[in-house]
């Protein structure tokens, strides 16, 4: 295990909409150590994105961080001016973006664009570094040299995707952040994608954060996770853990909702309902409208929600821990 | 089988009142749009205002008619004499006499008896704002304040009878050229290009040279001059969109007629963006009918146009604010309310994009 | 894209055929003796009449005499103006064709500058104190009923303060003994201008190139110094120095049209390029971008107001478009003797053959505009590839 990298603890985040705000972060805090890989699961909408979105503080405009602290390599972000930021930003942490989002500018060349976050956090680079740079980014990635001059309507989804590893690995960020990496693309490209980032990742000694709402992703991708649900974490722990012994009745149900390839064939299992809104700040357990299983302090809304530890480094929230 | 055909309408009722309350929500977020309404409405006001005062008798139509009206607001002047040299103690240089209230005796022709120092009554045309003419009277004797209502008249009618006219055959034709698409599309197109090819204004006067051009006539041609125009090929970009989207391709699939697909699925959803090019295009309506009002080529009673114009070829424009009520209440007049609407579009703009939404 | 280019100069031929006609039967169509200029015209020699009735059939059925005016259109035979007998439309058309130019140049490039700098300033700051106090000064210019706004202006600075000239493009008693005729100094102007314009836009696109961020700034603005130092000594040698006092007169004449054109028409672009901004800015690539770390003005410039650019490019060139029917108005008002003044007052006397060449002039010129808005579209967005469609 290496040192700490980057510390969250405690994170709230909300944005203001019209109805009210929507808390989309509450509570979160996990630690990410060097060489390391983190996964954070979660359905749709649970708040995985906005707790990326806040380790760069890239949020929209009408989202406020309202409490808790991000710590890289012992440096505190939160409430750090912009200008600060954008030496973090891609140089201390960047994120490889979803391919189906539009994350390449259309009307400029992908070299050129990668040429520009290079020249912005190494402005004494010459042009030959630079583009010596980005071939060593696209040999890693396994891409052409000649990508460099092409716009990107003229890419693939995978070879956008992996252009966009090349991007995010230009600078040499200390962590990189995947979100949801391979979901618009089909299974064949998204699994030469994974090995492409696992490869990656041992090559340079990354520490990934890695962020999926495919949980068979993430098992395959990390050696800590995290479950997330309606905005907080509800268990955490070591991968393997968790896969082996889910605690939590929610982590379970997700587990149970994917098919496995080798072992028993299992019935699998559908999670009825939907998550709940977040614009109501409710008080007590937020799954357990939907859990098959409640306690009956759990029904009633008697118990705040709140990590426990349950064996070393595996925690998982109090009050599917006393129900389940 | 009724009864859930009735409950399906009242849902839909419900959802379309839902919607609507959700619009006018996010359209009174938007500041400039509600500051745009509320100009529109206080013009609409004023519009409404002047046949309500003629009905009711509180204005007299011989005296406050915009046209034909007239008062005779009189005045006494002091009857003095002009210094030969300047400056004097009164009169820094020849241009301060006669000051505010006095007359040169050399000016009096008409009235040969008058010495120095006596006062001589005269009707004064334009005359200054007071309680009885809010906004005075012009060089006729007609008031001001009134004109601006009529006119207020003129630019409603006018802007929104073009306006829809306008829209109203471009989104037909854009959203046919979308539809179709190949020759149809083709032929459209290059109808435009020639619309948009003719210089507007010269045409507009050749057109006013066929006919005594009234309001109603000015906006049928600009109507369809502009619905022709370039806001077909905006229109068509749009039902472009609308066209390959899903729901389109799923009632193709479960058959359609061409028609009902056109007025049932496209139609509708290219509506908004016409319904925000309806409100800039009248922006543009006011605007024409002032110019042209302004070089003198329309045939209508009175609009603001036209008093700017009288305002001009009377000379009190280089008289610099002597005769402000005569030059300024026009011009804002026709300033504010293409402003307004042009604010009002805005705020349907944030409303209608998704886009353009803060949150 | 050849296809393409062929596909659309047939069409715009026949377009324009069709324009021809129309405009012709329209102009036929106005009530009234047309060839009472002409009959009035004190220098018209006596035959002179018959001549040019019998050259263009005036007196035969309208059908045949549209026959005819296409026919020598094509020909290149324009006939000759009614009012000023003995010049031709082409003459008439040369003559006034660059002042207005001149001036329309300016005031578009100008605001167009303006406008979109401004555009994009208002979009980033959205939902500011600032931006929402620039809105409303640009809607009041976008709105204001220009011939108003234009003559209070005239007021103020030509009448009240005296700072310029009230119309015309030239004090005439400057000119009297003036070796040159006004129409090569504006030449030379045009020319001038020109050249800085081609010599500037080069000295970006030859910098574009090179890494350094700084150095690149520098380079652009030590250009920009060239030019002054070299405009500076161009107007101070040999010809162009006996040129300079006219041509100081006629920029002078300049000032005010200019200003007041670019205060009315700058509105425009900048509420346009606000409007494409706003949309842009939520676009996927402006969040890469920030993650990377750019400054925000980079990103202003560089991805949020690149994209944007081209919907504005379009209106610009439509706006070239209608620099001859917009000028109308303008001309008018300051009484500047251009193209815009021929043209009304050709339709207004009926002077038909100078009105059917001015506004078969502004036609080409729009046909032309148009095919080149849509293929520079294509070089600007490499996204679109133009199909072989209409």
Request: hydrophobic share 45%.
């Amino acid at each position: 295990m290496g040192k700490e990298v980057l510390v969250v603890d405690k994170l709230n985040m909300h944005y203001e909409t019209l109805d009210g705000p929507v808390a989309a972060v509450k509570d979160v805090s996990f630690v990410l150590n060097e060489g390391e890989s983190f996964g954070l699961v979660g359905e749709s909408g649970c708040g995985k994105t906005s707790v990326a979105m806040s380790l760069l503080q890239l949020q929209a405009d009408n989202a406020k961080i309202s409490s808790g602290s991000i710590k890289l390599e012992g440096k505190e972000l939160v409430g750090m001016t912009e200008n600060e930021l954008r030496t973090v930003r891609w140089d201390g942490i960047s994120i490889v973006f979803q391919g189906a989002m539009n994350a390449w500018n259309p009307v400029a060349k992908i070299g050129e664009q990668i040429r520009e976050a290079i020249r912005e956090h190494r402005p004494d680079n010459t042009k030959q570094e630079n583009t010596q740079k980005i071939e060593e980014l696209f040999n890693i990635v396994g891409l052409d040299n000649s990508i460099m001059d092409r716009y990107p309507h003229e890419l693939s989804g995978g070879m956008k995707q992996r252009a966009i590893i090349a991007l995010a690995l230009s600078c040499d960020p200390k962590v990189v952040i995947a979100d949801e990496p391979t979901t618009a693309l089909d299974v064949v490209i998204q699994d030469q994608i994974l090995k492409e980032l696992k490869k990656v990742q041992n090559l340079l000694g990354l520490s990934l954060i890695y962020i999926s709402h495919d949980i068979a992703v993430i098992a395959e991708m990390t050696d800590n996770m995290a479950v997330m649900y309606a905005g907080s974490v509800v268990e955490m722990g070591p991968t393997a853990n968790i896969f082996n012994k889910p605690k939590h009745a929610y982590t379970r149900l997700l587990l149970e909702s994917t098919p496995s390839v080798v072992g028993k064939r299992k019935k699998l299992r559908s999670l009825d309902g939907e998550p709940p809104s977040l614009i109501n700040e409710n008080k007590g357990c937020s799954f357990s409208p939907r859990c098959p299983e409640p306690s009956k302090e759990c029904k009633n809304q008697e118990l705040d929600m709140k990590l426990v530890e349950i064996s070393k480094g595996h925690w998982a929230d109090l009050c599917c821990v006393s129900c389940g | 089988m009724s009864n859930n055909l009735k409950e399906q309408e009242e849902l839909q009722k419900q959802l379309r009142k839902d919607a609507l309350r959700k619009n006018w929500k996010l359209f009174s977020q938007s500041k400039l749009g509600m500051i745009g309404l509320y100009i529109v409405a206080f013009f609409l006001f004023l519009a409404l205002l002047q046949p309500f005062l003629f009905i009711t008798g509180i204005w007299n139509p011989a005296i406050y008619d915009p046209v034909v009206g007239y008062d005779q607001i009189k005045a006494e002047l002091l009857v003095i004499e002009c210094p030969k040299e300047y400056p004097t103690e009164k009169y820094e240089s020849y241009s301060d006499c006669p000051g505010p209230g006095e007359v040169n005796i050399k000016k009096l022709y008409m009235a040969p008896d008058l010495k120095v120092g006596e006062y001589y009554d005269t009707f004064i045309q334009p005359a200054p704002p007071s309680k009885t003419h809010l906004l005075g009277t012009d060089s006729l004797g007609r008031d001001v304040f009134s004109q601006i209502m009529e006119g207020s008249q003129v630019a409603f009618v006018l802007g929104l009878l073009s306006a829809t006219l306008g829209v109203g055959i471009s989104t037909i034709l854009g959203t046919i050229a979308a539809f179709f698409g190949g020759r149809v599309d083709a032929y459209l197109m290059r109808q435009s290009d020639l619309i948009l090819m003719l210089p507007s204004l010269p045409l507009l006067f050749i057109i006013s040279a066929f006919a005594e051009l009234k309001v109603w006539h000015l906006a049928v041609v600009l109507g369809v001059l502009g619905g022709l125009g370039g806001s077909v090929i905006t229109i068509k970009s749009q039902a472009l969109q609308v066209k390959v989207k899903p729901y389109v391709d799923s009632a193709r699939i479960t058959g359609g007629s061409k028609w009902q697909i056109l007025f049932q699925h496209i139609l509708p959803n290219v509506a908004p963006l016409a319904l925000l090019f309806m409100v800039f295009s009248v922006t543009g309506a006011i605007a024409s009918e002032s110019v042209l009002s302004f070089l003198g080529l329309l045939n209508i009673d009175m609009s603001w146009g036209i008093m700017i114009y009288l305002s001009q070829t009377d000379g009190f424009i280089f008289s610099g604010l002597d005769f402000w009520w005569l030059i300024l209440p026009a011009g804002l007049a026709v300033t504010f309310l293409a402003g307004g609407f042009y604010l009002v579009g805005r705020g349907l703009d944030e409303v209608f994009n998704p886009r353009l939404r803060k949150r | 894209m050849a296809e393409y280019i062929i596909r659309r100069t047939l069409q715009m031929i026949v377009v324009f055929f069709i324009f021809l006609v129309s405009s012709y039967l329209l102009f036929n169509a106005i009530p009234g003796n047309a060839f009472q200029n002409l009959l009035l015209n004190p220098d018209l020699p006596p035959d002179a009449y018959e001549k040019v009735l019998k050259t263009y059939g005036l007196d035969k059925p309208i059908m045949e005499r549209v026959q005819l005016y296409v026919v020598n259109f094509f020909k290149g035979d324009f006939g000759y103006s009614y009012k000023y007998y003995p010049k031709t439309p082409i003459e008439l058309i040369a003559e006034r064709l660059p002042r207005t130019l001149m001036l329309f140049a300016i005031v578009n490039i100008v605001a167009f500058y303006t406008g979109f700098l401004v555009g994009k300033v208002l979009a980033w700051r959205r939902g500011s104190k600032s931006e929402t106090w620039i809105t409303v000064t640009s809607v009041f210019s976008y709105t204001v009923f220009y011939p108003w706004f234009a003559l209070m202006m005239l007021w103020f600075f030509g009448y009240k303060m005296g700072w310029f000239p009230i119309g015309k493009f030239l004090y005439p008693e400057k000119w009297y003994d003036a070796p040159w005729d006004s129409d090569v100094i504006f030449v030379l102007m045009i020319k001038f201008t020109v050249i800085i314009s081609v010599i500037q836009f080069m000295a970006y696109l030859l910098t574009r190139g090179i890494e350094s961020l700084t150095q690149r700034r520098n380079i652009r603005f030590g250009s920009l110094i060239a030019i002054f130092i070299g405009s500076y000594l161009f107007w101070n040698t040999g010809d162009a120095l006996t040129k300079k006092p006219y041509a100081a007169d006629i920029a002078y004449h300049m000032i005010l049209p200019v200003v007041v054109v670019t205060i009315v028409a700058f509105a425009g672009t900048a509420l346009l390029t606000r409007t494409t901004m706003v949309e842009v800015i939520k676009e996927d690539y402006i969040l890469t971008a920030r993650a990377k770390g750019l400054s925000q003005k980079r990103i202003r410039d560089r991805h949020a107001a690149r994209t944007a650019l081209l919907p504005v490019v379009t209106s610009f060139i439509f706006t070239i478009v209608t620099i001859i029917d917009g000028s109308v108005l303008t001309e008018t008002i300051f009484s500047w003797p251009g193209m815009g003044q021929l043209l009304l007052q050709s339709v207004l006397e009926e002077d038909i053959p100078v009105a059917m060449a001015t506004f078969s002039f502004v036609g080409i010129f729009a046909l032309i505009a148009h095919l080149v808005a849509d293929i520079s579209y294509s070089y600007l967005d490499p996204r679109i590839r133009i199909k072989s469609q209409g």
